[in-house]
């Protein structure tokens, strides 16, 4: 069964840095695409970008290039999600997903985390 | 970059009633590259359909997709009380591969 398990929630105060993960577990995790998904107080989901951990291709979306780092260790079966200096905009849930097992475009998520819970305030 | 735009924001209906939720494109998306999510409060989203119109794997045949190109659609046949929640589209055919805005659906 594949599953994706998250760190747990954290608070953070601006200007930190933080990194949170997500352990895939079920499958083999150089395989598939792993991506990363925000979604800010009250609004909606939004892609940040996405990771094949195989060859560490990335792609981000261009409204979080630059912001945040995302990368896997493939030894231990994890990704990552990273911010060098948090901002108090940075409050949300953030979701891992996996792309499907079979498919010919491999960039939608039928697997999910449970969400970490980030809150970033002085 | 695709805009996807989710039409309406809010529906309210009833058990039992046809739900009918718009998805719609900036630009035209490649080979109907198109899922919808669910999202329940304080739980992940929840794939239902792909390629504008292939179920996932356990969901009910209540939920349809449809459409090509720029116009696409969600069909949930009879609601049942589960599926009051908020439903996203995602087009992957183009990277960034963009979320629209959410359509809640509510009960009347």
């Known amino acids: 069964e594949v599953q994706l398990e998250q760190s747990g929630a954290v608070v953070k105060k601006p200007g930190e840095s933080l990194k949170i993960s997500c352990k895939g577990s079920?499958?083999?995790?150089?395989?598939?695409?792993i991506g990363w998904v925000r979604q800010m107080p009250g609004k909606g989901l939004e892609w940040m970008g996405i990771i094949y951990p195989g060859d560490s291709d990335t792609k981000y979306s261009p409204s979080f290039q630059g912001q945040v780092t995302i990368s896997t260790d493939t030894s231990i079966s994890t990704a990552y999600l990273q911010w060098n200096s948090l901002k108090a905009s940075d409050t949300a849930i953030y979701y891992c997903?996996?792309?499907?097992?079979?498919?010919?475009?491999?960039?939608?998520?039928?697997?999910w985390g449970q969400g970490t819970l980030i809150t970033v305030s002085s | 970059e695709i805009v996807l735009t989710q039409s309406p924001g809010t529906l309210s209906l009833s058990p039992g009633e046809r739900a009918t939720l718009s998805c719609r494109a900036s630009q035209s998306v490649s080979s109907s590259y198109l899922a919808w999510y669910q999202h329940q409060p304080g739980q992940a989203p929840r794939l239902l359909i792909y390629?504008?119109?292939s179920r996932a794997t356990g969901i009910p045949d209540r939920f349809s997709g449809s459409g090509s190109g720029t116009d696409f659609t969600l069909t949930i046949s009879r609601l049942e009380p589960e599926d009051f929640a908020v439903y996203y589209c995602?087009?992957?055919?183009?990277?960034?591969?963009?979320f629209g805005p959410g359509s809640k659906l509510d009960i009347k």
């Open positions: 390629a504008a119109s």
């Open positions: 997903a996996r792309q499907p097992t079979y498919s010919s475009a491999p960039y939608y998520f039928p697997y």
């Open positions: 995602q087009q992957y055919g183009n990277s960034p591969f963009t």
């Open positions: 079920g499958y083999i995790f150089t395989n598939y695409w």
